[in-house]
């Protein structure tokens, strides 16, 4: 993800929940409330390319175009077919997660889950934590991921979430493994039991 699209994913996101007073300021349209509403009833991805929410959001972005390829075969149109579908799903996923964030913080979200609250547990549960770098689908990864974020009273940073959903997209679509110590599961563990201390 580009700065022009991480700038623009940003004023989308503060579009809908910054105060009329502070999108004055940063000279930002209010969006519409429906957009919000659209996008939390959405259950599965698929669903959340046909919300006008989702919409404002991918024409807004710079058009960052898949390479087309060089040589024009049925394998290259494929290809170049299913990585214009992964971007979209991308967007998709960032889209109807983002809608759960509610202020925008410095935390990402495992910081966030492993902080301690007042009873001196972390805010989510190690057992649901796991659960989050166990999902398997996107869907499920969005399922979780929601979840955590209605515990956490969506606070959590806009684009450090929309760079963890992008950084599991690829990992879940790189044909060969990522080295354990780079994957993200291992990242979130290391920053969860960090800030659970």
Not at 8 to 32: Q, V
Not at 64 to 83: F, G, L, R, V, W
Request: overall charge positive; charged content about 30%; proline content about 4%.
């Amino acid at each position: 993800m580009n700065n022009l699209s991480k700038s623009r994913l940003l004023r989308w996101w503060e579009s809908m929940f910054l105060s009329p007073e502070e999108l004055k300021g940063k000279d930002i349209r209010p969006a519409p409330r429906v957009y919000k509403a659209q996008l939390k009833r959405c259950q599965e991805i698929n669903a959340v390319i046909f919300t006008e929410g989702f919409r404002a959001l991918w024409f807004s972005l710079p058009e960052e175009k898949i390479k087309e390829p060089e040589e024009i075969t049925n394998e290259n149109k494929k290809i170049h077919k299913e990585a214009e579908e992964r971007t979209l799903k991308l967007w998709a996923m960032i889209a109807m997660t983002l809608v759960y964030v509610k202020t925008n913080t410095d935390a990402n979200l495992a910081t966030a889950a492993g902080t301690r609250a007042d009873n001196d547990k972390s805010i989510v549960c190690p057992q649901r934590f796991a659960q989050l770098q166990a999902a398997r689908t996107p869907d499920e990864l969005i399922m979780r991921l929601r979840r955590i974020l209605q515990q956490l009273n969506g606070q959590v940073s806009v684009l450090s979430l929309a760079n963890d959903i992008e950084t599991w997209m690829k990992e879940h679509h790189q044909p060969r493994s990522y080295r354990a110590n780079k994957r993200l599961t291992v990242q979130w563990a290391m920053d969860y039991y960090k800030a659970a201390k």
